[in-house]
């Protein structure tokens, strides 16, 4: 009696709550009599099918899963093809096909880099030098972390960044308490303040993500117009370092370290890079491996030999050799996070759902036709928004050609330039702050267990209130005095 007692007093109530509120979304959604049509300023038709429907039902009930963590986040991914085939919404082959895609095999090859580089003991290295640099005060080890981390995403892809920096902030970190396990707001705000400035750095060069590229091809094919690499670069270098410097007060207030220095710390990390001796040859091996296939995937963008090469082809490509020079042995790859990486091909598939079956042509156009009347300034940022919204739930690159296209149609009737809505889409695209499933980075953030899915949403609101403050501003102010025409001449 006692023991059924504690049992139905130790029943978790919240997560049924949010489990059935996943469920009933989708069945009310699924269910439902077929929606409207949406219609474009030039009065073509977007219908919603029966597919559609359901892909948007499947969207809602993995967000609510993810958000609320009612189930492993990687479970709730196997949910998304599941009830994709089981409901006839795409073909099972096509839908657990995305679990696969070459994105997802870049996370795991990421994710085995992170591994060689703790086990080697590269990142103790790294993290001493470091600290030996900043010093003790954990506002300037924030800091410091920081302005690596965006430093660093300008010449290499986000991803490949945190999964390089985070087991140097695990080894950092490892000095700040005696019990790593344990969450604490330094802990929140180092593993997520990565997250965040993976994201601004990438936006400032196109070594930092696909999207910017794909943005750049969509915008030529639309408008007939190149924008150059250093074009870009200048545009956005000023709103990604200002960006990262505003992470940085963020965190600071809303993750403020516990402790405001770590005594001793300086010459702590002295003594315990003076006892790792020289270089092992595994630390070489590790450090020659991963720095090829860096300076390989940066050259694609200059060497036109190189494009056709496949970049998870040349991540892939390390973990291959990690195994042919030892350095890694089986118990390694069986300590793999695959619930990050079910995690990431979850995001994949729901991404490709919504594009196929046409849900996501349909809620963009309904969303940008809504601000067709508006004052320019309000119809890009309601665009900044939408693609800020659908970035935390699909792939950037996803939901920047979903928006780009019909924002490109409709701008000229509001007098607005492309040039204003290809930027200022490409900045809220690189900084998904609300959901794990937005970027590579917070999901390896996530590896860390300092926070929670719902956690990082919190925390993600205020953060992308930030992100919208900024993109105004600089749509605004900022571009217009850099000499980008945000408005289109009268009759022009």
Not at 438 to 466: D, H, R
């Amino acid at each position: 009696m006692t023991a059924a007692t504690k049992t139905a007093e130790s029943f978790d109530w919240k997560r049924l709550i949010f489990m059935l509120l996943g469920v009933g979304l989708f069945t009310i959604v699924y269910y439902s009599p077929a929606w409207p049509d949406a219609v474009d300023p030039q009065g073509q038709h977007f219908l919603l099918s029966r597919e559609g429907k359901g892909a948007l039902a499947v969207f809602l009930l993995a967000g609510t899963w993810w958000v609320f963590e009612v189930v492993p986040i990687g479970v709730t991914s196997l949910m998304i093809g599941i009830l994709q085939a089981m409901f006839l919404i795409r073909p099972a082959k096509a839908a657990f096909k995305d679990f696969m895609d070459p994105s997802v095999m870049f996370i795991f090859a990421s994710l085995v880099i992170g591994t060689v580089f703790t086990k080697t003991g590269l990142t103790k290295r790294l993290a001493y030098k470091m600290l030996d640099i900043v010093g003790e005060r954990t506002s300037m080890i924030y800091l410091g972390s920081f302005v690596v981390c965006a430093a660093l995403t300008h010449i290499m892809a986000h991803t490949a960044v945190a999964a390089t920096l985070y087991p140097l902030l695990i080894a950092i970190y490892s000095l700040y308490t005696d019990d790593p396990k344990t969450p604490t707001k330094f802990g929140k705000g180092l593993f997520m303040g990565m997250a965040y400035v993976a994201g601004a750095g990438s936006i400032v060069t196109l070594l930092g993500a696909a999207r910017g590229a794909v943005a750049l091809g969509f915008y030529k094919d639309i408008m007939d117009k190149d924008i150059t690499f250093f074009e870009l670069s200048y545009y956005m270098a000023p709103i990604g370092w200002l960006m990262t410097f505003l992470l940085w007060g963020f965190f600071m207030v809303v993750c403020k370290p516990e402790k405001k220095t770590i005594p001793g710390l300086r010459e702590k990390a002295r003594e315990l890079n003076a006892s790792l001796g020289s270089l092992k040859r595994n630390e070489i091996m590790a450090a020659l491996i991963v720095g090829i296939a860096i300076v390989i995937m940066s050259l694609r963008s200059f060497i036109p030999a190189l494009q056709a090469i496949d970049k998870t082809a040349i991540i892939l490509m390390t973990t291959v050799l990690f195994y042919v020079f030892k350095i890694l042995d089986l118990k390694d790859l069986e300590e793999v996070p695959w619930n990050i990486i079910l995690l990431f091909a979850g995001a994949m598939s729901i991404g490709f759902c919504l594009w196929e079956t046409g849900a996501a042509k349909w809620m963009a156009v309904n969303w940008l036709t809504m601000f067709q009347e508006a004052h320019w300034f309000v119809f890009v940022m309601s665009i900044a928004f939408f693609v800020m919204m659908m970035t935390n739930f699909i792939m950037n690159v996803a939901a920047i050609a979903i928006s780009l296209p019909v924002a490109l149609v409709i701008a000229p009737y509001l007098g607005v330039t492309g040039e204003v809505i290809l930027f200022s889409s490409l900045i809220v695209a690189g900084m998904p702050f609300l959901l794990l499933v937005g970027a590579a980075p917070n999901a390896i953030a996530y590896n860390s267990k300092q926070f929670t899915s719902g956690e990082f949403f919190m925390y993600g609101v205020p953060a992308s209130i930030l992100l919208m403050i900024v993109t105004g501003f600089a749509v605004y102010v900022l571009w217009p005095l850099m000499g980008m025409s945000t408005t289109l001449p009268v009759g022009g």
